[in-house]
């Protein structure tokens, strides 16, 4: 059994109704800035054992009433085709994507600002294929000296040149593909053209991390230092909150940096600020939820350890990480953790060392490291899945669950196509044992056993292939692997 360490359903309560507070707080119009992944917040799962990486969509389906989407694009991501790495696909795909699944969750988005707009040509053409597909597209233009020259910026030349977007619900969640997309500027601008036309309207931010009512060296908080150690990003306490209630609470840097500006750009749209300090502008009560902070604690090191191990992969890979590197190995320091840390890390190199062969290992909820080893027949991943969901199900190791006859024809086919890799991976081998399930129960009640992988730590001793990795990704484990291949091959590899 999964322990948990955070209480999903009181937060999916606290944070809706603290949103609605905020909403009549400004008068019935509300602009919050979403930052982080709306509906697929895996992060936040890893590090808050209990939380759902679908929470924060659960949470708006509770307003869905009352709320819209905007999406802003960076005209300059849209021009260097910038990539989401956990996707794989382009920032301009991904606003289709997001599209796509907030429609299908029944949510209305009211359409897309395209950012940073100059009459870049991709950028006019993926405006035109939005408009084709009946899709409301806005303009915000460059400002200059953005965002030190406030006089500018509040004004006819500044914010006033970008599109007034028509928004029609009390709740405009600005939300974006990824991080520099400009959504405050968005917020910042909508409240300009709404206080000129006479509208009145308020803005939030919705962050989860750092959560500002934990310690500042809280491990949750330090996770998130090392979750964005390529950004610079930076945990801090908040001057301006110490210095207006004399309580301590955290946030980071670029948002305590920009309060001085952002501030005043309150004071010259509204004549007052309605905030007094960065903590103020968030919403967000995901720390209020936490109910065993052990289990949070364990599991924020074991993220920070599984940052620190694709990073290796990525410096081995000849990518410029030293910065981030040497950010997370300061974080680890602080908590005086090591990759000894994960059993599974160890169980894996020590198995590999005797035999030679490339292994997986994962360590169960209740402790137990269960390993495979790499074979002819079946990959590391695969002999790991086997043996970890005989041990779930409490079946015999000896016990064959899938039978020869369905896992032979499968092999030849696999030779019969020239595959380089003839060995079965995680995907196949959870086919395979689907067909032996509707004749052999043992092999049901091992695939019934499937949901006990969720939320594993796993580690390989060898660079997984895309295929083992996007199914153990899909089963809801936490694996990482040596920056090492399994062959010298150059290309299938």
């Not at 602009?31 to 929470?55: C, M, N, Q, T, W």
């Not at 949470?59 to 802003?72: F, G, T, V, Y």
């Not at 137990?368 to 079946?378: W, Y």
Request: proline residues 4%; glycine residues 6%; charged residues 25%.
């Amino acid at each position: 059994m999964r322990k948990l360490g955070f209480d999903n359903d009181k937060y999916l309560r606290m944070q809706s109704e603290h949103i609605k507070e905020r909403i009549s707080k400004f008068g019935g119009k509300l602009y919050l800035e979403f930052g982080g992944k709306i509906f697929d917040d895996y992060h936040a799962a890893r590090v808050l054992p209990g939380f759902k990486p679908d929470s924060k969509m659960k949470m708006l389906l509770q307003l869905k009433d009352d709320a819209e989407i905007i999406i802003a694009i960076c005209a300059k991501d849209i021009e260097k085709n910038k990539i989401r790495s956990d996707l794989g696909i382009t920032y301009d795909l991904d606003v289709l994507r997001l599209i796509d699944i907030y429609h299908g969750f029944g949510l209305f988005v009211g359409g897309v600002v395209l950012t940073q707009y100059s009459n870049q040509p991709s950028v006019t053409a993926f405006e035109q294929k939005l408009q084709s597909l009946g899709i409301n597209v806005y303009r915000h233009y460059p400002i200059e000296n953005y965002p030190l020259d406030v006089q500018l910026i509040v004004s006819d030349e500044g914010y006033g040149k970008n599109d007034y977007i028509e928004t029609t619900h009390p709740l405009v969640v600005i939300t974006a593909p990824g991080p520099g997309s400009g959504k405050m500027a968005v917020c910042l601008s909508q409240l300009y053209h709404e206080n000129k036309k006479g509208i009145k309207a308020g803005y939030a931010k919705f962050e989860t991390f750092p959560i500002w009512n934990l310690p500042l060296k809280h491990p949750v908080n330090l996770a998130y230092e090392a979750a964005t150690a390529d950004l610079n990003d930076v945990n801090m306490i908040d001057p301006f909150h110490l210095e207006a209630y004399g309580v301590t609470t955290v946030n980071y840097n670029r948002d305590v940096e920009n309060f001085p500006v952002l501030n005043t750009i309150f004071e010259e749209i509204y004549g007052e600020s309605p905030y007094k300090s960065p903590t103020d502008m968030g919403v967000n009560m995901a720390g209020n939820c936490i109910i065993d902070d052990d289990v949070v604690l364990m599991a924020s090191k074991k993220e920070i350890l599984r940052r620190h191990c694709n990073y290796l992969v990525q410096q081995k890979n000849n990518k410029k990480v030293s910065s981030e590197l040497y950010k997370i190995e300061l974080i680890m320091k602080q908590l005086n953790i090591s990759i000894d840390d994960r059993p599974v890390v160890a169980a894996a190199l020590n198995l590999s060392e005797k035999t030679n062969a490339p292994v997986t290992a994962i360590e169960l909820h209740d402790g137990r490291v269960i390993t495979g080893k790499a074979s002819d027949l079946l990959s590391s991943s695969s002999a790991m899945l086997l043996n970890a969901l005989k041990a779930l199900s409490n079946i015999d190791d000896e016990i064959l669950l899938i039978s020869p006859t369905v896992f032979e024809p499968i092999k030849e086919l696999k030779v019969k196509m020239h595959e380089m890799d003839t060995s079965l991976h995680p995907d196949e081998i959870l086919i395979a044992l689907s067909i032996c399930a509707t004749m052999n129960p043992l092999a049901k009640q091992a695939l019934d056993a499937i949901k006990g992988l969720k939320g594993c730590d796993v580690h390989a001793t060898v660079v997984l292939s895309d295929t083992d990795k996007e199914t153990l990704r899909k089963l809801g484990t936490n694996a990482t692997y040596e920056p090492y291949k399994k062959n010298d091959n150059l290309y299938y590899n």
